[in-house]
């Protein structure tokens, strides 16, 4: 049974992370150096897409968030993610994955993106309930 309570759904998938590049935006690194030094880590994209919204930059920030969604896919697949399932927000290697289809979100509700925005609702509603509270969108 996984954590979610689904007998017959998929196992919880969890990302290993990028240890170096959460480190260095833990130390307060510039994003776009570790992004730089790390494009693999969609957390670096996560914060670049952050400091682009809080910056009123939405359509940078939707640049940077697709970045980090489409880095996060490429490893859930190698992770043996099927395009659906869960991906525990309390996990930490998750949250660069999460954290740039939150600020997809956000970006996509800015620029007037609708459709991506619901899109990015019901993905982070299937990955984990509690995701989209924990960004600012529940």
Known sequence: MSSFGDLLGPQPVYLPGDEEAESQLLNKADPEQVAADH?????????L???????????????????????????????GWKGFGPVPWNHEGNQGFLRAVGALAHAAKAIGENDEYARCLDLLEDCDSQAAEQLGLG
């Open 49 to 79: 897409a952050e400091r682009a919204l809080d910056a009123g930059e939405n359509v940078t920030a939707y640049a940077f968030a697709r970045t980090g969604y489409h880095r996060g896919l490429d490893q859930l697949r190698r992770h």
């Open 39 to 47: 494009p693999t880590a969609s957390i670096a994209w996560a914060a």
